[in-house]
Nanobody, 120 residues
């Protein structure tokens, strides 16, 4: 079973930057779609950004132009560079890995989450 460990969260002032990291227990980025989600108190967990096995990216409208998802060439770590942070970006950020096998079975793995707090 793949394990994901996030790091890089913290408290930051509005307008500043943070970089989150998600380390996988083994090289999986060539077969899993990786995503960053976030969940604010009392709200649902929403997709922030994702990167496919081919490297194509997708972003929520609320973070386009400010956040960048990327991965390392070794295939073990995914990053979320967050610039121009806003108080509304405050949430627990979760890393996710997802794939489907040839029979259609879905593999879905979550990290433990890392808190990001943006002060005004």
């Amino acid at each position: 079973q793949v394990q994901l460990v996030e790091s890089g969260g913290g408290l930051v002032q509005a307008g500043r930057s943070l970089r989150l990291s998600c380390a996988a227990s083994r090289s999986i980025l060539s077969i899993y779609v990786m995503g960053w989600y976030r969940q604010a108190p009392g709200k649902q967990r929403d997709l922030v950004a994702s990167i496919s096995t081919t490297g194509s990216t997708n972003y929520a409208d609320s973070v386009k132009g400010r956040f960048t998802i990327s991965r390392d060439n070794a295939g073990n770590t995914v990053y979320l560079q967050m610039n121009s942070l806003k108080p509304e970006d405050t949430a627990v950020y979760y890393c996710n890995a997802e794939r489907y096998d040839s029979s259609g079975y879905r593999y879905n793995v979550w990290g433990q989450g890392t808190q990001v707090t943006v002060s005004s």
